[in-house]
């Protein structure tokens, strides 16, 4: 595999990682429906002036069949992400999230029939150990509460491995901005209602930090489509661990949330793994 798709995907991770502080950051002074139904529309703000400036052609029939069934996976993917982010630290519940690299492998040869070598079960097996390692302390209630924030992210990491499967379907035939287009659009109009339920005022301020939510949202999805129309599923998988050093530097410098030193040692086994895998020929 050529460096080419890593780049694309190690960027894509990072802009969604800044994302997902953004909105931690919101959901602090909004509710949360709001907040992830704002983070949706600006998305899709952002994703309709890219559709509006590429052009691609028309989606097919298969692909807006395709891209339709991806929308409440998607809704159920962010709405129990965005959740355990609200309760846990940043870094904690990228951790938990961590599993579906673990999903995607295996869904990707199962349903892909995409070849898994020994090289990607090593890199599976380093990550899902650093993974335990860092959990164990919430495992033994060392750490406090937050059950049903742990919850969410496990329920999170199983939607998001689908979600990945159902992309690589769709990213090796279709534009990645109609992709885009429609994961945040099609959630934004699922949420509509939902949100006018729970509407409160917001600044002009709150508007700007919602559509920096979403740019960086689109900017990062367009990225991570982009790579995954051109590599093996179960080969950029292991790459999404790289999220946890950027969650573990703003939850520091924007939350103060230090991580434990379980976190750091998971870390060393999840980075060993995506190391190997992204360097595999």
């Known amino acids: 595999m050529s460096f080419g798709p890593v ?9 969604l990682t800044a994302m997902d502080a953004v909105v931690k950051a919101q959901m602090q002074a909004h509710p949360f429906i709001l ?6 529309a600006m998305g899709g703000v952002c994703a309709l002036a890219v559709l509006a400036f590429v052009r691609p052609a028309f989606p097919t029939r298969e692909s807006l069949i395709g891209n339709s069934i991806r929308v409440p996976v998607v809704v159920l993917t962010a709405g129990s992400f965005f959740y355990s982010l609200s309760v846990l630290p940043l870094a904690e519940a990228l951790t ?24 990607i079960l090593q890199a599976l097996g380093f990550g899902l150990a650093g993974m335990l390692v860092m959990v164990w302390p919430r495992l033994q209630g060392q750490v406090s509460g937050a059950g049903l924030g742990v919850a969410a992210a496990l329920f999170s990491a199983v939607t998001y491995a689908f979600n990945l499967i159902l992309l690589r379907r769709i990213a090796q035939k279709e534009h990645p901005a109609i992709i885009v287009a429609f994961q945040n659009c ?3 109009l699922v949420l509509a209602v939902p949100a006018a339920l729970s509407f409160v005022p917001l600044t002009a301020r709150d508007l700007l930090i919602y559509l920096a939510a979403g740019a960086l949202g689109v900017a990062g999805h367009l990225t991570l489509t982009s790579a995954f129309a051109r590599a093996e599923a179960s080969r950029l998988a292991p790459l999404e661990y790289t999220a946890l050093i950027w969650a573990s ?27 190997a895998i ?3 020929r």
């Open 186 to 188: 099609g959630p934004a």
């Open 249 to 275: 530097l703003l939850g520091y410098f924007v939350f103060g949330e230090v991580p434990l030193i379980t976190t750091y040692a998971g870390a060393v086994l999840i980075v060993a793994g995506a190391v």
């Open 35 to 40: 907040t992830l139904f704002m983070r949706f």
């Open 7 to 15: 780049l694309r995907a190690l960027l894509g991770i990072a802009l």
């Open 278 to 280: 992204s360097r595999r």
């Open 96 to 119: 938990l999230a961590f599993l579906a690299p673990v999903f995607v492998a295996l869904l990707g040869a199962l349903m892909l029939k995409e070849r898994m070598d020994a090289r």
